[in-house]
């Protein structure tokens, strides 16, 4: 038997007859075991007093055990949920988190992230959108061996650096709900330029207008930026037409917040006078009036499947779920037209 300190994980490995991947998922919780493998190594580590040694182990595999979060987001609640997502996942576990935001409209976004990726030398990285769908970004964090996972909209990478949601066909059916409320000019709040979110969110709202046999007209289409300030703006120009939309989609809540804040400056009653509905299902869209109705977007349950990837040291083959799907939450700013 050897003195605490002194056992090795080869010795833990040995003695449960399992593989060191497999105790390395124990010391770091991962759910991906059954108990009986669980319990039994962890009895062999009581038993010889191993002791976990991150800085030995950084140092075998020239890695710090930390895990980065690289982003260039607008929405302070998008960033917020998925670091709530990671460290549910990293808590009790050897690994930290460290949040790198960069500026993607930077000529040297690249150089800034490769010097953070050689400084820290991160175990694994997760990429936010919309830097995410930078392939050149994917290439370095491969390049120095660092584990990465992509978030999207949609998936554009394997399962194993992928945790990515429905968006196009969960934008379809709330704006289908719109239309079978009775709604047949529907406005439509985008997000930013170069979004593939934006993207995918305007191509739900245009496949559902075609399913129901209703024209696409862009003068009911307004940018927005994802803050609550575009969102104003942009009501302001829709609800200047004339005929006005009598129902407007958001691309997210905070801006959808933006054009009730606009309708109620106008005297507009919600939702007699104008329907709302939002995306992300953040907590603005419970804590305004009337309650928004919105698309729940599973964030930070994506961000746990994504530190999931990262810091087990499994196949490709095994790399967990992928797809998260999102689900219409129905709550009072959805009514029939008035006229």
Not at 154 to 163: I, L, P, Q, T, Y
Not at 193 to 208: C, D, L, M, T, V
Not at 257 to 263: E, F, K, Y
Request: with cysteine.
């Amino acid at each position: 038997m050897k003195k605490s300190g002194q056992a090795t994980i080869n010795d833990v490995a040995r003695l449960a007859g399992v593989s060191k991947k497999t105790v390395s998922r124990v010391i770091n919780h991962s759910p991906l075991l059954n108990e009986e493998t669980r319990e039994r190594v962890e009895k062999v580590i009581a038993e010889i007093g191993y002791v976990p040694n991150p800085q030995a182990r950084a140092l075998a595999l020239r890695r710090n055990f930390l895990i980065g979060l690289i982003h260039d987001n607008p929405n302070p609640h998008t960033v917020l949920n998925v670091q709530q997502g990671l460290l549910e996942v990293l808590r009790d576990t050897e690994f930290e988190l460290i949040v790198h935001p960069v500026d993607r409209g930077s000529p040297t976004m690249l150089d800034d992230i490769r010097r953070f990726v050689e400084r820290q030398r991160p175990f694994g990285v997760m990429l936010l959108p919309p830097i995410s769908e930078n392939d050149s970004l994917a290439a370095l964090c491969a390049e120095y061996g660092a584990r990465y996972v992509r978030m999207g909209s949609a998936a554009f990478d394997d399962a194993e650096h992928m945790v990515a949601s429905n968006d196009r066909e969960a934008v379809r059916g709330a704006v289908t709900h719109l239309i079978e409320a009775g709604h047949r000019r529907i406005g439509l709040v985008l997000g930013p330029h170069g979004f593939r979110s934006a993207f995918e969110r305007q191509q739900g709202y245009e496949a559902a207008l075609h399913d129901a046999g209703i024209p696409v007209q862009r003068t009911l289409t307004a940018q927005g930026d994802y803050t609550f300030e575009s969102g104003m703006r942009a009501a302001e120009r829709l609800l200047d037409l004339s005929p006005r939309p009598t129902a407007v989609f958001s691309s997210n809540d905070t801006m959808a917040a933006g054009v009730l804040h606009t309708a109620r400056q106008r005297g507009l009653d919600i939702p007699r006078d104008l329907s709302i509905v939002g995306f992300d299902d953040t907590s603005i869209a419970s804590q305004i009036w009337p309650p928004l109705t919105t698309v729940r977007w599973p964030i930070a349950t994506m961000a746990r499947a994504a530190a999931l990837k990262l810091i087990d040291e499994e196949d490709a083959d095994d790399a967990g779920e992928s797809l998260f799907v999102s689900t219409l939450v129905r709550r009072a700013s959805v009514a029939a037209p008035a006229e």
